[in-house]
C-alpha cells in the first residue's frame, strides 16, 4: 500500500477534530485514513507543536535575559562616566593659592625662633634680626635654664 502525505489542510482538521473531542473512529472515518494513520499522525503533531513552543519561548526568554544585561550594562556606564559638575556654565576647578602667605616670626624661646605661615628654609635665614634680651627680660628667666 503506498503512503499517502498529509496536506497542511488535513493536519489542521485533524487537530480541530481532537480539541472537539471527537473519537479515533469517527476522526479516521472523516478524514478517510487508517486509525492507526490518524493516532500516529496526531501524535507527531503534537511532539512538533510542543518543541515549536517550548524553542520560541526558549528564544523569548534569551532575548529577554540578554536586553536585561544590556539595560544593566548601559546603566552602569551612564552612572560611570557622568559630566563633571558645574556652577553656572563654569566647570568647578580646585583653587590653588596665588601666592604665599607669608612668613613672620612670632617669638623666640630658648633661643629657638618661633615662625608663623607658610615658611621655606631660605626666607627662615637671616631673614630678621633678633634683638637682645633686656635686663629684665633675662631677669624673668628662671636661673636653671639661663645659659
Not at 488535513?10 to 472523516?30: F, Q, V
Not at 503534537?46 to 518543541?51: D, I, Q
Request: aromatic share 4%; glycine share 8%; charged share 25%.
Amino acid at each position: 500500500m503506498a503512503r499517502v502525505r498529509w496536506t497542511p489542510e488535513e493536519e489542521e482538521r485533524l487537530l480541530n477534530l481532537i480539541a472537539a473531542g471527537k473519537s479515533w473512529t469517527l476522526i479516521s472515518g472523516m478524514l478517510k485514513r487508517s486509525m492507526k494513520s490518524v493516532k500516529l499522525h496526531a501524535k507527531t503533531l503534537r511532539l512538533l507543536g510542543a518543541k515549536k513552543t517550548r524553542a520560541e519561548g526558549e528564544g523569548k526568554m534569551t532575548v529577554r535575559i540578554l536586553l536585561i544585561v544590556a539595560a544593566i550594562g548601559f546603566s552602569a556606564t551612564a552612572f560611570a562616566q557622568s559630566a563633571p559638575p558645574k556652577v553656572g556654565n563654569k566647570p568647578l576647578v580646585q583653587v590653588k593659592p596665588k601666592e604665599p602667605a607669608g612668613c613672620k616670626l612670632v617669638g623666640t624661646v630658648k633661643g629657638t625662633k618661633l615662625w608663623a605661615g607658610d615658611c621655606v628654609a631660605s626666607e627662615l635665614r637671616g631673614a630678621t634680626e633678633t634683638k637682645p634680651l633686656s635686663e629684665q627680660d633675662i631677669e624673668a628667666i628662671p636661673p636653671g635654664q639661663k645659659q
